[in-house]
């Protein structure tokens, strides 16, 4: 994914009060030092006030380092130390249940937490500004295109501030890749990549015109030269690596072979880093370039190290990219029958992955207004064994009769470790999330049908378990901020 790069020098400028010198290790790219910087603060700061976010930053190192299961352990441990008011607890764990999401390629559950983020109440600017990143990488890895652009232009809009200078070159990158990686998926000879293809198609691509406003542009080629352009004004070396191999990348899709070495040096310098993830994902970048230049044997050459790794075990996106690659690889080098084997396993995974993802995607887009609020995006921040309790409650929301000791004793745990594992994970406690997602689906059925009269408002509260009329409008309003009546007059 090659969001990683840039996710610890956002981790990092989220951070008040950064201590000296690790911002500049990530600056430069030199994570294994500030990782260990981080792991020794999260020793000193374990139990003392105000450690969360040294805390945090240890586990988005280790993240960023591919040590993902004691990231999330890291992560419980700093949602622990958390002294702020509830909402501060939910922002944190959307944020991390996020990031940990997007990072194991569980793309609509990573959507799912970031917007909700976005939605929080009292979330600071740097918190939002570092959600509407994570839904600009998510929609991009996705596949949806149009709505990647609206993300990115609104995450645009977000870092116009003047103390936010390294947030614009972040950005400034962001845009450039993002307009490479559509110019090289679009390449005549990867036409048959449907995945991408298909959202590919529903894109208008846009650039800034001298007004300042947006005009649509002739091409992709032309959005990555009018980006390029502001990239190249980028000083943070972290980021100038991507700009420079984006540059190269793109001169190897025009089948430019001496763009070659400095790819390579660019592999390499992601492996000594220590940038895992995204050393695969970038390789597989420059497998498309090769491909799109019509060299396959560049291609396979390439893509040996990565047959080395176990694909047996990972599943929907991580294998889309590898899965095409392969396909098209064996297809241009003649040999038919293997290609048509991969092209097959691509096939199903693309189909799974688009199945999967439709409903948070359709929610996203504000067409599935009245459906349920998804379940992933709030069980991936419970501990494990807690998610069959909320979804339990989550099936019990009509009984008015729910209580938290029946929910409790469904899956076997105290009342109290039902309390404590609720309030340190989501911020809220069963009963707050109980009449938080009541308030949700009353809300749904309002917008979704014409209700005329408080009666038919009654019956609806009704039907989720609200029974006092009293209690529906001060908790509509407290979610809200309107009244029921005022939803009906939209």
């Known amino acids: 994914m090659f969001l990683t790069l840039y996710f610890p020098l956002a981790a990092s400028l989220s951070v008040h009060d950064l201590p000296d010198g690790f911002l500049n290790k990530v600056r430069d790219g030199d994570l294994q030092p500030a990782g260990a910087q981080a792991s020794r603060w999260s020793e000193l700061a374990r139990g003392a006030a105000g450690s969360y976010e040294l805390l945090r930053l240890h586990a988005d190192m280790q993240m960023t380092l591919g040590i993902c299961d004691e990231a999330e352990e890291q992560y419980r441990r700093a949602q622990k ?8 607890i939910r922002a944190a764990s959307c944020r991390n249940a996020g990031w940990q999401a997007l990072f194991r390629h569980r793309l609509a559950t990573a959507l799912s937490c970031f917007a909700r983020l976005v939605d929080e109440p009292d979330v600071g600017t740097a918190q939002q500004v570092e959600a509407r990143l994570g839904i600009v990488g998510a929609l991009h890895e996705l596949g949806r295109s149009r709505d990647c652009g609206d993300a990115l232009d609104e995450l645009a809009a977000a870092t116009t501030d003047p103390s936010l200078g390294h947030w614009r070159e972040l950005v400034a ?6 307009a490479v990686q559509r110019e090289l998926r679009g390449a005549t000879l990867l036409s048959d990549h449907a995945y991408w293809q298909s959202g ?16 649509a542009m002739a091409s992709a080629s032309d959005a990555a030269d009018l980006h390029e352009v502001e990239a190249l004004n980028v000083c943070t070396p972290l980021l100038r690596q991507r700009v420079d191999y984006l540059r190269q990348l793109r001169e190897l899709a025009r089948g430019e072979r001496a763009a070659l070495e400095g790819i390579t040096a660019h592999l390499n310098w992601a492996q000594q880093r220590g940038f895992g993830d995204y050393l695969r994902s970038t390789r597989l970048e420059v497998v498309l370039a090769a ?12 893509l040996e190290p990565l047959h080395r790794i176990d694909h047996a075990g990972s599943t ?3 294998q889309l990219e590898y899965l095409y690659a392969v396909a098209k690889t064996h297809q241009a080098l003649g040999r038919s029958r293997e290609g048509m084997l991969f092209f097959g396993r691509y096939a199903l995974i693309a189909t799974q992955c688009l199945r999967d993802d439709s409903q948070v995607l359709v929610s996203y887009a504000g ?4 459906q349920a609020p998804q379940l992933d995006d709030v069980a991936a921040r419970l501990p494990a064994r807690y998610r069959r309790a909320y979804r339990y409650l989550h099936e019990n929301l009509d009984r008015r009769d729910l209580s938290v000791r029946e929910v409790a004793a469904e899956v076997g745990v105290t009342e109290r470790a039902l309390q404590s594992a609720f309030k340190h994970s989501l911020g809220l406690s069963p009963t707050e999330l109980i009449r938080r997602l009541r308030m949700e689906r009353i809300r749904a059925d309002l917008l979704d049908d014409s209700f005329t009269g408080e009666r038919t408002v009654l019956l609806t509260a009704n039907k989720w378990g609200v029974q006092n009329r009293s209690t529906l409008v001060s908790g509509y309003r407290k979610q809200f901020h309107e009244a029921p009546s005022e939803t009906l007059e939209r």
Not at 173 to 178: P, Q, S
Not at 200 to 215: I, M, N, P
């Open 291 to 302: 491909l799109a230049s019509d060299a396959p044997q560049l291609a396979e050459m390439l």
């Open 316 to 318: 929907g996106h991580r």
């Open 367 to 370: 067409k599935a207004a009245r």
């Open 173 to 178: 990158t962001l845009r450039f890749d993002i």
């Open 81 to 88: 130390a958390i002294r702020s008011p509830r909402h501060a």
């Open 200 to 215: 590919l198609a529903e894109h208008t691509l846009r650039g800034v015109g001298a007004a300042g406003g947006f005009h």
